[in-house]
């Protein structure tokens, strides 16, 4: 908060207040005698973490975390580069990110193989875990969470094919405990859940379409 010019004592005050705050569980019975607060996290041997779910300047200051970290990506080389045809303009995209979902994209450079691109994949990876662990962050692992594919084409009878999974190639990252865990890899034709949205890499609608099928289904014979 401070690198972006926010003042100490407001930086200050929205710390104290989520250090202060006492967190109760309420039931139908009343609210409980317990509760959690940051003399617990000190007692722990912890220190704050989070800035509270739903805060509403949680977007500001997941800008201030992420966009030095997308920065530093970039200027390590990691990354895609797209040069505009009439400018000549270079944009170097390093990820696509929004709140805690993030793509981090490597692109092969005219004569590298796939191998050699998973190896700069693994270093980026790895790069980005430190810079988290750095704000306290962390690399959700799970298959629900965390995936790459490998995109990329053969000829085969005069026509373009997307390439399945190679087996050979492997991405391993640090989870939140500190272990080297392998990433799952997946064929672009597998559509996973974003946000809320099924996604394929080779822009296929199908899974997303038979989701929202299955809703007014659903919801058909809720009603009837």
């Not at 509760?35 to 509403?56: C, I, M, S, V």
């Not at 949680?58 to 895609?80: D, H, K, N, Q, T």
């Not at 980026?124 to 965390?146: F, H, I, N, R, V």
């Not at 084409?153 to 990252?173: P, Y």
């Amino acid at each position: 908060m401070r690198a972006y010019g926010i003042p100490e004592k407001g930086a200050q005050c929205a710390i104290t207040g989520l250090f202060e705050m006492e967190h109760h569980v309420r039931t139908v019975y009343g609210d409980s005698d317990d509760y959690y607060r940051g003399d617990k996290w000190a007692e722990e041997g912890l220190h704050p973490h989070g800035n509270g779910q739903g805060n509403g300047d949680g977007p500001a200051l997941w800008a201030c975390i992420s966009s030095p970290l997308l920065r530093i990506m970039r200027e390590m080389g990691y990354g895609v580069e797209f040069c505009s045809p009439i400018t000549k303009k270079v944009l170097h995209l390093s990820a696509i990110g929004f709140v805690d979902d993030t793509d981090y994209i490597q692109m092969a450079r005219p004569g590298e193989t796939d191998q050699e691109v998973t190896v700069k994949v693994q270093e980026g990876m790895a790069l980005c875990d430190y810079l988290l662990q750095t704000t306290g962050g962390a690399l959700e692992l799970s298959d629900a969470k965390s995936d790459f594919i490998n995109i990329g084409f053969e000829w085969k009878n005069g026509r373009s094919k997307m390439k399945k999974k190679d087996e050979s190639l492997s991405i391993s990252v640090c989870n939140n405990l500190g272990i080297l865990q392998n990433v799952r890899q997946l064929n672009p034709t597998d559509a996973r859940e974003t946000l809320g949205v099924f996604q394929a890499a080779d822009g296929s609608e199908e899974a997303q379409d038979n989701k929202l099928k299955k809703k007014v289904k659903d919801w058909v014979g809720n009603i009837e």
